[in-house]
């Protein structure tokens, strides 16, 4: 009796119905988003968020002769570097090499090649690091053959590499 | 990604990453007429008075020599007059002897120019040299100018690549939108290279990206670098090109994207400059120009720095087309003074850049150099920071005959030599001054790379007034 009642208030309630206009949820397969490029500083605090674990800072740099101070001066890391960056029209080879001097700084230690002993599990690892993906099989068996053949192939050439991709590059 | 997607993608990163070496480097140098061109814009606002005048001594003796090419100033310069209370406290300058035969003898110079039309502000005087267009732009990052710049309108014609057409500029912010217009069948596709030695050639960023915090400087002198490794960097860029492979290309922003051999080419020069543990070729003292440092040595300017770099750009790179940016002589709003001293630093470095053409045979047989003011500045002093001599800052920019008047000087293997001319009756629809004006110059350096007939089009269904060929500036 109670489940005829609870049948008889559903078809009751069911007289109403609605229209949606019809839309889409993200974007149709295949269709891939246009990148946009990041901004200097978007790229420069997102690359020393990922490369050395901090935002850019302000400081004081001491010059010194021979040991004795010549002057203080404060630093602004942030401010410095994009007007860097921004001193150049398509601002990707200068943020390569700023990437490689980062990379070759006292702040970040990289590993010797010799001593990756797993090199497809470092290169997951960076891939994962900085794109927030695994790569997928034909980008790690890419990475992984020229690390085997290559001997200009190391740990820091898989960072800059990735960090110099049109994805990572990107909003 | 799907299967399909992936192996799509996936092969063109495999392809691209496997034939990037085989991919040659197209090499531009005029592709069209074999020429090369150089324009020099002495910014921001140099008047007749005290150049050509030489109303308050020989500023630019390199380029215009020690006795006025205008009348009204007398015959005779004498050396710059500078305030003896502004000398006391400044760096001195380090220039070179004055070359006996100035510049103008070697070439032509036409004393009257006009900058006939627009704001006279450097980024629309700057825009007008760029793209023979007198313009309105705004001063924002991201306006563009209309119509295509001589940049755009080279590689477009020549199927050159971006390294080809180099716009090198002391200046940077606003300056950096001047590369491309936002003309639908040019654009940043047919940008040049957009290069602000002030900004990028910084002995600042390998200490800061060093981390160190502290540095001790011992004989000998080793400053933090950033290392060169020419075949890491190469294999950086083909793992690179694996991944690009599997991304749409940028397409949606203003930012200027270059091919990557373009990219490939100017991080090998940059890495050079920023691998030099003595720091000597961020700016090199053998350069020769700029202001006395304690207690030996000099320190560069924006614009001395700009033009060693444009001089390192020549000599590597070897463009068709080159636009330069001097700003200097901009401090004349607030330092008269600072005014004359720049026009010496500009004359001097500038006759630098053409000596160091001439230096090499083929960029002597192809080059041509043309040097003018973006625009002048106002007949009125404006009160700021008067000086012993009873002098002060003048403004640019409400466009009276100070603002307009400026001159031209071409040289080069094209440019008829020892030729001083003030032509009249010049004739053209919408022409009122009568005269040859600023966009004839940037009309008459495309004429001498073959593109003059395509920027007469595209000015003119964009409903501007093409600029003319200077018939008296060729041989």
Known sequence: MTRLLLLCALAAACTTTYDYDPTSVGDAEGGDRAPRSKSSSQFLRGVYADLLGRTPQTYDFTLQVNGVTQFTLPLDEQAQLVTVLDGIGDPLPMRNLLVNGLLHSTEVAIPDKASVADPAAYVRKQFTGLLGRDPNVYELQAFTDAWARDPAVNPRTVIRAIVASREYQSQ | ?475
């Open chain 2, 1 to 475: 990604m799907n299967r399909r997607t992936f192996l799509k993608t996936g092969l063109a990163g495999a392809g691209a990453a496997a034939l990037a070496p085989l991919i040659k480097v197209r090499t531009g140098s005029a592709a069209t007429t074999g020429k090369r061109v150089v324009i020099v814009g002495i910014g921001g606002g140099l008047r007749l008075r005290e150049s050509l005048g030489m109303a308050e001594g020989a500023t630019m003796p390199n380029l215009l020599g020690t006795a006025p090419l205008i009348s009204g100033f007398g015959t005779s310069a004498g050396a710059p007059k500078i305030a003896p209370e502004y000398a006391a406290r400044m760096p001195a300058l380090v220039l070179p002897a004055p070359r006996a035969t100035p510049l103008y003898a070697q070439g032509t110079l036409i004393t009257n120019l006009r900058y006939a039309d627009g704001p006279p502000g450097h980024l629309q005087g700057h825009g007008c040299l760029l793209s023979g267009y007198y313009n309105k732009l705004e001063n924002r990052a991201d306006a563009h100018l209309p119509v295509p710049t001589v940049f755009e309108l080279h590689r477009k014609a020549a199927n050159a690549p971006a390294t080809d057409a180099w716009y090198v500029s002391a200046i940077g912010g606003f300056y950096r939108a001047l590369i491309s217009s936002d003309h639908a069948d040019y654009g940043p596709r047919f940008a040049g290279v957009y290069l602000q030695p002030p900004g990028v050639m910084q002995p600042l960023a390998p200490i800061i990206v060093s981390g160190k915090h502290t540095l001790n400087v011992t004989a000998p002198v080793v400053l933090p670098t950033i290392p060169s490794d020419p075949a890491e960097d190469q294999a950086a860029a083909r793992l690179t090109a694996v991944l690009d492979g599997n991304t749409p290309p940028f397409t949606s922003d203003a930012t200027v994207h270059l091919a990557a051999d373009d990219n490939a080419r100017i991080q090998a020069h940059l890495a050079e400059i920023y691998a030099d543990p003595t720091y000597d070729k961020f700016f090199a003292q053998s350069f020769g120009i700029g202001l006395h440092k304690d207690p030996s040595g000099i320190d560069a300017t924006g614009d001395t720095r700009t033009i060693y770099h444009a001089e390192r750009v020549l000599a590597r790179f070897r463009p068709s087309v080159m636009a330069i940016t001097l700003l200097d002589v901009d401090t004349c709003h607030a330092d008269f003074n600072g005014y004359l001293r720049n026009q010496q630093l500009a004359d001097a470095a500038v006759a630098h850049l053409w000596d160091f053409i001439q230096a090499d045979p083929e960029l002597r047989a192809t080059t041509t150099m043309l040097v003018l003011p973006e625009h002048g500045r106002h007949l009125v002093m404006n009160g700021n920071n008067p000086d012993s001599l009873g002098r002060s800052g003048i403004d640019h920019g409400l466009g009276d005959d100070g603002d307009r008047n400026v001159w031209m000087l071409a040289l080069g293997p094209d440019i008829r030599p020892g030729n001083v001319v003030a032509p009249t009756g010049i004739s053209q629809t919408g022409r009122g001054s009568g005269r040859y004006e600023t966009i004839d110059v940037i009309m008459t350096a495309m004429h001498l790379l073959g593109h003059d007939a395509a920027m007469t089009s595209e000015l003119t269904d964009f409903g501007a007034r093409p600029g003319l060929v200077i018939p008296e500036v060729m041989r």
